[in-house]
Nanobody
Framework: QVNLVESGGGLVQAGGSLRLSCAAS????????MGWYRQAPGKQRELVAA???????NYATSVKDRFTISRDNAENTVYLQMNSLKPEDTAVYYC???????????WGEGTLVTVSS
């Protein structure tokens, strides 16, 4: 079992920055990758960024060069630094953890990011 707690969402003006945090607890050793997804109203949930146990990072095309995913292994925390935010980045952002067991993953409850124009 892996528990994920997100924080850092809020309201920001276009062009601003926010940093999201995701603290993991429980069976940390079983995690193979962690990522951030987002879901805007009326849209499907989409992958924003992911970081794998070997350090490889993946980004959605729409956020590349603006968002950075990182991790602090000592704190079991993953961060998403979001710069140059746009109104279309408005969404609920969810933290996700995949384990080494095929098909097993865990989700946080989500944190709302609102970017005003």
């Amino acid at each position: 079992q892996v528990n994920l707690v997100e924080s850092g969402g809020g309201l920001v003006q276009a062009g601003g920055s926010l940093r999201l945090s995701c603290a993991a607890s429980g069976s940390i050793f079983s995690i193979s990758a962690m990522g951030w997804y987002r879901q805007a109203p009326g849209k499907q949930r989409e992958l924003v960024a992911a970081i794998h146990s070997d350090g490889i990072r993946n980004y959605a095309t729409s956020v590349k060069d603006r968002f950075t995913i990182s991790r602090d292994n000592a704190e079991n925390t993953v961060y998403l630094q979001m710069n140059s935010l746009k109104p279309e980045d408005t969404a609920v952002y969810y933290c996700n953890a995949e384990t080494y067991r095929p098909g097993e993953d865990y989700w946080g409850e989500g944190t709302l990011v609102t970017v005003s124009s």
